[in-house]
């Protein structure tokens, strides 16, 4: 493994949520995106993939959540067309239920790993998620595999991390955290009679500019993550 050339920052390609998220995250970094179901975490992702391939970084894409036509057809609904980065060798989408049945749960995340080393080329590497592979390892394997992980996006590829928040209890929560560069948690929250996805930074290393800390949006389609005023929100 040779050492990758650092500096720039990956962006969503939205100017009011990356300056939320302190102007982006630098190239390089472990990142850490959990949360509930349906808050978001696919999406906000998504974003992240397009404005970084938009950018001009390579990014891969393993995915159990969709197939390379179900990624395009829903980043296209919500405004993010995928179609010419993943023409012109910018963006790469592998699902991953295939490789998982193969492999089994036993070697579940050697194997993730094994895969995300097959994509050394890409600038970054996007798992979403780790759910299933998390879910039936050992704790001992699952900081194991975040250690190596950090091998990694020590040597220059950026790594995110997609999960659901119950993957992890609060101990392992923390310890998996601290390894992490970025973490983003997203969330449905209760604001008068209406439900408001957030998304808290709990942190971005290195951040060009502080960070905001609780982010309230929704997802819209032709645009893709909308941030909604605090206030209003709470309205």
Not at 136 to 158: A, L, R, W
Not at 208 to 235: L, Q, V, Y
Request: proline letters at 3%.
């Amino acid at each position: 493994m040779t050492m990758k050339t650092g500096g720039g920052v990956l962006e969503t390609g939205n100017p009011e949520l990356d300056k939320k998220l302190g102007g982006g995250v630098p190239v390089g970094s472990l990142i850490l995106i959990e949360g509930q179901s349906d808050a978001g975490k696919s999406v906000f992702t998504q974003q992240l993939a397009w404005g970084s391939a938009r950018a001009g970084y390579r990014v891969t894409m393993l995915s159990t959540e969709n197939t390379v036509k179900s990624m395009l057809r829903h980043t296209k609904s919500l405004g993010l067309d995928m179609l010419d980065h993943l023409l012109l060798g910018r963006l790469k989408v592998f699902p991953m239920s295939a490789m998982r049945a193969a492999e089994g749960t036993e070697n579940a995340l050697h194997s993730l790993l094994q895969a995300m080393y097959r994509q050394w080329e890409q600038d970054l590497v996007i798992v979403d998620s780790i759910t299933s592979f998390v879910s039936n390892s050992t704790p001992e394997q699952v900081i194991s595999f975040f250690e190596e992980c950090k091998h990694y996006t020590d040597q220059g590829m950026s790594i995110a991390l997609v999960a659901h928040s119950y993957a992890f209890n609060d101990g392992m929560l923390i310890r998996i955290s601290s390894m992490c560069d970025a973490h983003f948690k997203l969330a449905i929250e209760n604001m008068g009679d209406k439900l408001i996805k957030t998304l808290e930074v709990s942190k971005v290393r290195g951040a060009a500019m502080s960070t905001g800390n609780i982010i309230s949006f929704d997802i819209e389609p032709g645009i893709g993550m909308r941030i909604i005023p605090f206030s209003k929100a709470k309205a």
